[in-house]
């Protein structure tokens, strides 16, 4: 499955900006931990971060840059501002699919996904917004989404607090919905976990009775005396006990 993910404004465009901070940046750092995370499971594009695709849809640029063609699903990232201005409640997540799309199960997972991580969940929408229109009119399914409210103090908080866990949760969500059934890839730390614990429960076994002999012989010359039968042998071992079968190490 292909999944073209667009960060929302930028060049030159900050979109909402409140406290420091501005959405362009944040919707492109997003984008970039949320392609890392579905890393092996689905095949992800991203739109040049250097351009604003909706610039791009004014001067007629998008389609060839974009080249929505290419993919089975468009997500389009961005964040909430209040025309209220801020009242320190929770806004949180929202999402939108045009007015003729028939497949609503990316903009629903992705929502219910971030409403598991505490956002409140104020549903897909419906709205024929610009990038996410001419996505549409190209026969793909689009979703824009709005992580949560950039000027709620409240919702970046809890943003900043758990954005390692929104970025996976987006990638799940997303590669759920595409029809992704394989298993999530492990991670290096994980596999030296397993790997360490398999190692230590395979030194913890006690010798067969068939070897007695064989390792009375072993411990009584000094060949190997360390007890861990179970364990696999490396290189460096192996030279270490034929040196002491040499007598060299004794």
């Given at each position: 499955m292909n999944l073209l993910l667009i960060a929302g404004h930028g060049?030159?465009?900050?979109?909402?900006?409140?406290?420091?901070?501005?959405?362009?940046?944040?919707?492109?750092?997003?984008?970039?931990?949320?392609?890392?995370?579905?890393s092996g499971r689905c095949t992800v594009g991203r739109y040049p971060?250097?351009?604003?695709?909706?610039?791009?849809?004014?001067?007629?640029?998008?389609?060839?840059?974009?080249?929505?063609?290419?993919?089975?699903?468009?997500?389009?990232?961005?964040f909430n501002a209040s025309a209220a201005g801020t009242d320190g409640n929770l806004k949180g997540v929202e999402a939108y699919v045009t007015t003729t799309e028939t497949d609503t199960a990316l903009a629903s997972a992705v929502c219910s996904a971030l409403e598991s991580l505490g956002f409140p969940n104020?549903?897909?929408?419906?709205?024929?917004w610009a990038v996410i229109s001419a996505a549409r009119r190209q026969g793909v399914p689009a979703v824009l989404l709005e992580v949560c409210f950039l000027d709620d103090g409240d919702d970046m908080a809890l943003y900043?607090?758990?954005?390692?866990e929104?970025?996976?949760?987006?990638?799940?969500?997303?590669?759920?919905?595409?029809?992704?059934?394989?298993?999530?890839?492990?991670?290096?730390?994980?596999?030296?976990?397993?790997?360490e614990r398999y190692?230590?429960?395979?030194?913890?076994?006690?010798?067969?009775?068939?070897?007695?002999?064989?390792?009375?012989?072993?411990?009584?010359?000094?060949?190997?005396?360390?007890?861990?039968?179970g364990s696999h042998v490396t290189r460096e071992e192996l030279a270490q006990a034929l040196y002491n079968l040499a007598g060299k190490g004794r």
């Open positions: 060049a030159g465009d900050p979109g909402a900006v409140w406290n420091g901070r501005r959405e362009a940046d944040e919707t492109r750092r997003l984008a970039a931990d949320v392609q890392q995370a579905l971060e250097a351009r604003n695709a909706y610039s791009d849809y004014q001067t007629g640029s998008l389609n060839q840059t974009a080249q929505f063609s290419q993919y089975d699903a468009v997500l389009e990232l961005h104020r549903g897909v929408k419906r709205k024929n900043d607090r758990r954005y390692n929104v970025a996976a949760a987006l990638a799940d969500a997303a590669a759920n919905a595409l029809g992704w059934k394989g298993e999530k890839p492990m991670t290096y730390e994980e596999f030296v976990s397993m790997q190692e230590q429960e395979r030194a913890a076994r006690l010798p067969g009775a068939w070897s007695a002999q064989a390792r009375t012989w072993c411990e009584t010359g000094g060949v190997l005396n360390d007890g861990r039968y």
